[in-house]
């Protein structure tokens, strides 16, 4: 079961977080807080908190209150929760034929909800060693997303099963726009699967009423039809609803069931998945990013539990939804469906479709719309085009080194990565902010994410070291700085990875606070404390054979989101921000920072 930590070990914690944002007046005033609050009401609610985890040992402390946070949420659910991962292409490459590449994804994703629900589904376990953590882990452990995304099995132990709750809702499943709170509705019976091309809706049985799945070659029948169908483009696309703001989206909602759309909108939440097939291919990473992170929103629902996303050039990615999950699943769904449509595809570019009606087998959803719903499309198609016309995403290769280099010198690549980004922030705008990686607690019962804190004292002595002191230091000097820089971020992740951070702890207390109706502590209306939580470089990372390139927006308004990943000889990263912030400037200055590092740990001299 997830551990709820000693309330000292979190305090202590939080204060070494603190100490590098912080000048020494703001630092006592936090410290002061911060004891007071360990003495006082914190005592309080941490006793609480442990008594109540201890009366549902059936679930983590940490599992109610994370929903509640999601689903309370208000914000467009697109560019501020949801991430993507895209596909590496098929290897084959005429089998990356769009027709031939939904048809083979679409039947290995059926195979794969069948396996499971079937409970044969491998139970997701690392098998790891210990003494070799910081060389197998990086081959072996995905973390990704934002403040919200991925997961990191804790790997203190040989072989770790890991939570595999999450998984129900990869089918079947939508998030519903509610007043206040919305709803995860999943209905295991449906049978259907939602297709949007064209902004037009789709749905075509995949299962037959033995639980039985169609033929490949129906199955490609049914897609070949849809993409011969030359309907028009809607008026007013229904795809845009689901970009809204949560109330907004929950009004038109009413709206569009007391409008006689119910049986319709039921199709759509109910759907195995939606698959999206859009009529373009792709031009480079950047454009692969914007199609995949949000693209054109006639042609996606973003309230499904994901969107499967493949391009006139069988580009393929997912987009997924949140809430119900922390990309576990998505990811082993990814890996799976990747393996299993490129080594035993369901059907080759040569292969026939059936012989069957598809104009009888594939309904087009018709939706009915009053002025009113027509009026709220076209004011969220406004919104979503302003929001994605003001987001830029942008991209570099480190290509002088990775993982292997890094492993030889003894430091771990993700701590490398992490303080090139101290140390190009530094240079860019010559200060220290508040930075979040994601970590998975999914080796724990209903784990959901911890959070490590980048940025530490010893991360800013060093960035400051390279940045702004350099004729000051030997390389020797500087190479035990980034060794020392290597040994907390160890000490931090594995902290993390074990439910031994203090994020998750302190938004545990918080809730309880607020849910027994006390009045918010002194400590959390601390300004430190939400600096510390205004996260502005949110990062997090993923290596797999099956993913090209992951990606997801800021996750505040002058913040940066920042996907990477360390593979054995360079170094990506995939950055989203809006005009508070400079991309292209920051990615150059991590390409410095990472040339600068790699130079030292070479044993080079660097230049400013």
């Given amino acids: 079961r997830l551990p709820v930590p000693k309330l000292e070990d979190t305090i202590t914690r939080y204060l070494n977080a603190q100490k590098p944002l912080l000048n020494d007046d703001q ?56 991430a993507f991962m895209s596909f590496n292409p098929d290897p084959k490459s005429e089998y990356n034929d769009q027709l031939t590449r939904a048809t083979n994804m679409t039947v290995s994703a059926i195979r794969f909800m069948k396996t499971f629900r079937a409970g044969y589904l491998e139970p997701e376990v690392f098998h790891l060693n210990p003494e070799k953590s910081d060389t197998e882990i990086f081959k072996k452990i995905i973390r990704f997303v934002p403040s919200s995304v ?29 007043l206040n709170k919305d709803e995860l509705y999943t209905d295991e019976k449906a049978k259907h699967l939602l297709v949007l091309r064209n902004g037009n809706f789709y749905v075509f049985d995949v299962i037959d009423r ?53 049986e319709a909108l039921q199709k759509v939440d109910s759907a195995v998945f939606c698959l999206s097939l859009d009529d373009f291919p792709i031009k480079d990473f950047v454009h692969l990013s914007h199609t995949m992170l949000h693209g ?54 040569q292969s026939q479709p059936a012989s069957v009606d598809s104009s009888r087998a594939v309904q087009k959803l018709d939706f009915k719309l009053n002025d009113a719903l027509k ?38 690549p993700d701590a490398v990565a992490q303080l090139a980004f101290q140390m190009a922030f530094l240079r860019q705008y010559n200060q220290t902010v508040a930075t979040y990686e994601s970590c998975s607690t999914a080796a724990f019962k209903h784990g959901r994410t911890e959070t490590i804190r980048p940025a530490s004292v010893h991360t800013k002595k060093c960035s400051e070291a390279f940045v702004k002191e350099l004729s000051k230091h030997s390389t020797e000097e500087l190479q035990k700085l980034v060794v020392e820089c290597s040994k907390y971020h160890g000490r931090l992740t594995r902290e993390a990875a ?72 360079w170094i990506g990263c995939n950055v989203s921000s809006y005009p508070a912030r400079n991309g292209e400037e920051f990615l150059q200055c991590i390409y410095k920072s990472l040339e600068d590092i790699f130079n030292v740990l070479k044993g080079k001299k660097i230049g400013s």
């Fill in 150 to 178: 991925s997961w990191f099995g804790a790997y203190m132990v040989n072989a770790y099963p890991l939570d595999m709750s999450q998984y129900f809702r990869l089918f079947n499943s939508t998030r519903l726009p509610k």
């Fill in 375 to 412: 009026a709220g499309i076209t004011k969220a198609k406004q919104k979503f085009d302003a929001t994605v016309e003001s987001l830029s995403l942008n991209q570099i290769q480190f290509q002088e080194g990775g993982k292997e280099l890094l492993k030889q010198k003894k430091v771990s």
């Fill in 498 to 569: 074990m439910g031994q951070g203090f994020d998750r702890h302190l938004f545990g207390l918080r809730y309880l606070a607020l849910a027994r109706g006390l009045a918010l502590p002194d400590f959390y209306q601390d300004q430190a404390y939400a600096r510390l939580n205004h996260n502005i470089i949110s990062t997090s990372t993923l290596t797999s054979p099956a993913v090209q390139l992951g990606g997801f927006g800021p996750v505040v308004s002058d913040g940066f989101g920042l996907g990477y990943q360390v593979q054995d000889d």
């Fill in 27 to 82: 630092f006592r005033k936090t410290e002061e807080l911060a004891r007071a609050f360990e003495k006082g009401i914190g005592r309080e609610l941490h006793e609480q908190l442990v008594a109540q985890d201890n009366q549902n040992k059936h679930t983590s402390y940490i599992t109610g209150p994370w929903f509640d946070m999601y689903l309370k949420a208000r914000e467009p659910v697109v560019l501020n929760f949801n």
């Fill in 296 to 349: 054109d929103a006639a042609n996606r629902w973003y309230d499904k539990s994901f969107n499967l996303i493949i391009t006139k050039d069988g580009t393929a990615g997912i987009n997924f939804e949140h809430s119900w999950g922390d990309g576990v699943a998505v990811l082993r769904f990814q890996n799976e469906v990747f393996k299993d449509s490129t080594t035993t595809p369901a059907i080759s570019p």
């Fill in 210 to 262: 033995d639980g039985n799945m169609l033929k490949p070659s129906e199955i490609q029948a049914h897609l070949k039809y849809i993409l011969s169908d030359n309907s028009p483009a809607p008026a007013f696309p229904l795809g845009y609803l689901s970009s809204e703001n949560r109330d907004t989206w929950a009004l038109l909602r009413k709206n569009l069931l007391d409008n006689g759309n119910e």
